[in-house]
């Protein structure tokens, strides 16, 4: 992996998408397929993620990438997306994600050298040695 990959950042729109129906609350883990614009094999299988709800939510979730960035059917039947946003669970590249639900607040990256990950707005976004560190010690 490269020098500055040490883990991913994914930001979740909870008022786009029901990740509390996805996610379950009895500490198990599940697999999402996540919607990417990441390019097949630039993604090592076993990447830990951090998930991050947008608007102050804190983080929801962490876990790990399994497989690589494929095509996948996404599922527009279910109720894991508000109306009006139904599309986006339709075709396209996505990533597997093994996660488990992990109910932080934001509050434990202010006031600290990682702060501007709060501010990053891309669905995935890489983060460093020292990023993934402090938010394995402070997350898992």
């Not at 129906?21 to 990447?47: F, M, Q, Y």
Request: charged share 25%; net charge neutral; with cysteine.
């Amino acid at each position: 992996m490269a020098k500055d990959r040490f883990g991913l950042l994914v930001r979740c729109n909870p008022e786009v998408w029901k990740w509390q129906e996805k996610i379950p609350a009895d500490n198990s883990e599940v697999t999402i397929d996540w919607t990417c614009r990441l390019s097949p094999g630039t993604v090592p299988e076993h990447t830990p993620v951090w998930v991050l709800g947008t608007g102050g939510t804190g983080f929801i979730a962490s876990g790990y990438t399994i497989g690589d960035i494929r095509a996948v059917d996404g599922d527009t039947s279910d109720n894991s997306w508000v109306p009006g946003q139904k599309q986006r669970g339709g075709r396209a590249m996505r990533l597997a994600l093994k996660l488990r639900r992990n109910l932080v607040g934001e509050y434990v990256l202010r006031g600290t050298d990682f702060e501007h990950l709060i501010k990053r707005q891309n669905t995935f976004s890489w983060l460093t040695e020292q990023e993934s560190f402090f938010l394995e010690e402070k997350l898992d």
